[in-house]
């Protein structure tokens, strides 16, 4: 899992997002219709990330939660279409929490 260290809310684990999401969570806009996809490996989670609606659209994601539990999840979220990075996990949230 990766960490990181907020000027605002200091170290901890990070979450992993789409370019969209980062940029939205730097500029402290609202989050809306985020979409969550993951991995699983040998019935456990494996990796994870969000992703905005235009991701999931160019990735022919269609679930807010899209949990994958095949043998080739990991290799198939690892190659989906979008770049990805981390942010802070606080600031991701109170992004999606905003009115």
């Keep these: 899992m990766p960490y990181v260290i907020c000027k605002q809310h200091?170290?901890?684990?990070?979450?992993?997002?789409c370019?969209?999401?980062?940029q939205a969570v730097e500029n402290r806009e609202r989050l809306q219709g985020v979409f969550y996809v993951e991995a699983s490996h040998m019935n456990a989670p494996a990796w994870g990330?969000?992703?905005?609606?235009?991701c999931a659209r160019?990735?022919?994601i269609s679930e807010l939660r899209t949990?994958?539990?095949?043998?080739?999840?990991?290799?198939?979220?690892?190659?989906?279409?979008?770049n990805v990075s981390p942010v802070c996990s606080r600031c991701f949230h109170d992004a999606?929490?905003?009115k």
């Design 96 to 98: 999606m929490n905003t």
């Design 58 to 60: 160019e990735n022919q």
């Design 10 to 17: 200091g170290g901890h684990p990070a979450s992993v997002v």
């Design 67 to 82: 949990i994958w539990k095949d043998d080739d999840s990991l290799d198939r979220l690892f190659a989906m279409k979008c």
């Design 49 to 54: 990330h969000y992703i905005c609606g235009n």
């Design 19 to 22: 370019e969209h999401l980062r």
